[in-house]
């Protein structure tokens, strides 16, 4: 549990942030399975994994603050 009203603040914030980075995720996903042009896949790949890299650093930052990271549904 976070120690501070801030550090509460900032958790759930963090945590809006995360949700929307395994959301993108899941859509990236998506796409990736759809697309036929080799060109927009590997930009999708790229994008992909830029966006994991960031959940795992906002997952990372929550729980380092007390928190702990919302799974999106």
């Given at each position: 549990m976070p120690e501070t009203t801030r550090d509460t603040?900032?958790?759930?914030?963090l945590n809006e942030?995360?949700?929307k980075e395994q959301q993108l995720t899941a859509a990236l996903?998506?796409?990736?399975q759809t697309?036929?042009?080799?060109d927009y896949e590997k930009r999708l790949n790229e994008?992909?994994?830029?966006?994991?890299?960031h959940a795992r650093d906002v997952s990372k930052?929550?729980?380092?603050?007390g928190g702990t990271p919302a799974q999106v549904s």
């Amino acid at each position: 549990m976070p120690e501070t009203t801030r550090d509460t603040k900032i958790v759930e914030l963090l945590n809006e942030a995360y949700g929307k980075e395994q959301q993108l995720t899941a859509a990236l996903e998506q796409h990736l399975q759809t697309t036929t042009r080799p060109d927009y896949e590997k930009r999708l790949n790229e994008h992909l994994k830029e966006t994991k890299s960031h959940a795992r650093d906002v997952s990372k930052r929550i729980t380092q603050l007390g928190g702990t990271p919302a799974q999106v549904s």
